[in-house]
């Protein structure tokens, strides 16, 4: 079955750096991924899919990218600001050809942003 | 409009009684899912409803666990005889349509402790 690994649980960075946070799968490449932000006492929320045909997804300060052949994906904060502050969760497809629904979320890196 | 609605938001139970969690979707999502996070663990996948079809119990524990969704709408998801290793926050999402490629829409959560 599919694994996710998010290979740092901590990331602290200074402000205005660039954040650059990793996922790992372990097998066969998902149609789509992904990444979910979390803050303390709240559900998770979506930030970005990007689908397996694309290298590269923007948004504002966020790019997303996708490696099929490395088996990752990489997000990144550009300028950073305390308050993106928070664990990242990136989740993919955990059956091949899809569950209809059973995404599996990596355990998260929590980031944090000094000013 | 309103988002994913849970209660309660937190719930102390003794071990080996009953307890019964409660999710109001967005109106209009189809897709609705349940998962728990444990401290320091990932989101696990517990069950999920789509429209009219029998749910994906596959991620349920034990025969403990059971839910159930009525009218397509909310849904109450049952813990029985309840154990110290139920403790957890319990996340309920909601999704346009089922499928890997929609975004879950997540609640807040309900804080279950079982003393």
């Known amino acids: 079955s599919q694994k996710i690994e998010q290979n740092s649980e901590a990331l602290n960075i200074q402000e205005g750096k660039t954040a650059t946070l990793t996922c790992n799968y372990t097998n066969y490449s998902p149609a789509y991924l992904q990444w979910y932000r979390q803050d303390p006492g709240r559900g998770p929320v979506f930030l970005l899919l990007?689908?397996?045909?694309?290298k590269e997804k923007r948004k504002e300060r966020l790019k997303v990218t996708f490696d099929t052949t490395l088996k990752q994906s990489l997000f990144h904060i550009t300028a950073s600001q305390p308050a993106d502050s928070a664990t990242y969760l990136c989740a993919l497809d955990s059956l091949y050809g899809g569950s209809q629904g059973n995404l599996i979320f990596g355990k998260g890196t929590k980031l944090s942003v000094k000013p | 409009g309103a988002g994913v609605s849970q209660s309660p938001s937190n719930k102390v139970t003794e071990k080996g009684k009953d307890v019964e969690l409660r999710c109001d979707p967005i109106s209009g999502h189809t897709a609705l899912y349940w998962y728990r996070q444990s401290l320091g663990q990932g989101l696990e996948f517990l069950i999920y409803?789509?429209?009219?079809?029998?749910?994906?119990k596959s991620g349920l524990p034990s025969d403990r666990f059971s839910a159930e969704r009525t009218g397509g709408s909310v849904s109450t998801l049952t813990i029985q005889r309840t154990q110290q290793e139920d403790s957890a926050v319990y996340l309920c999402a909601s999704s346009l349509a089922g499928g890997e490629a929609n975004e879950r829409f997540f609640g807040p959560g309900t804080r279950l402790t079982v003393l």
């Open positions: 990007i689908r397996e045909n694309e």
């Open positions: 409803f789509q429209g009219n079809s029998a749910p994906d």
